[in-house]
């Protein structure tokens, strides 16, 4: 083991639990020199962390693994839980979509193709983890990258059309009625 379980408050984390909490939020594999610089340590003792880790993930037969793809690691499911996961996505995709998921939904079908920081910034709050539940459930999708901020956009899908029983976007309800008297001119407009 690199370091100790236990840390004190004044200390932090060990190195590997700062790693395992870097690894949990990801999107993408993240290269070791990024951990490395981030964690301000050596890339080999990083890269025999990741090392270790990955092992006793397998000798313990955990739920995932710690893999190295794509130039970085990521945590993945293990393939034999494969058909555990898939029942459990696929039950949740008959579950009813929260009140946070819908309003994401709507900026999304009215708003496409948009970032998720501007859902998040129409919404008020970060919509991160919701694009994540749309995007899985196959209500939206990615639309390329924005040519002037490079970030990612988003659409809803034709998934989302046959759900909403719509043939195309155009039969979407025009929003202006639902909104409130006191909004300025120019956001009525842009709706």
């Known amino acids: 083991m690199t370091d100790t379980v236990t840390e004190s408050a004044t200390e932090g984390p060990g190195l590997r639990a700062s790693v395992e909490a870097i690894l949990l939020v990801v999107d993408e594999p993240v290269p070791v020199v990024n951990l490395a610089h981030l964690l301000d340590r050596p890339v080999p003792e990083i890269t025999a962390t990741l090392r270790e880790l990955a092992a006793e993930y397998t000798a313990d037969g955990r739920g995932f693994d710690l893999r190295e793809v794509a130039g970085g690691w990521r945590f993945y499911t293990r393939d034999v839980c494969a058909p555990v996961v ?10 009813r979509l929260t009140q946070a998921a819908l309003e994401t939904l709507a900026v999304v079908a009215y708003r496409q193709p948009v970032s998720r920081a501007r859902v998040s910034s129409i919404r008020g709050v970060n919509s991160d983890g919701v694009m994540r539940t749309l995007t899985l459930r196959g209500l939206i999708e990615d639309a390329g990258q924005d040519p002037e901020s490079q970030a990612h956009l988003y659409r809803t899908t034709g998934y989302f059309l046959e759900r909403l029983g719509l043939r195309d976007l155009d039969e979407l309800p025009d929003l202006a009625p639902y909104l409130p008297d006191d909004l300025p001119d120019e956001i009525v407009e842009d709706t």
């Open 86 to 95: 898939e029942r459990f996505v696929t039950d949740g995709q008959q579950a």
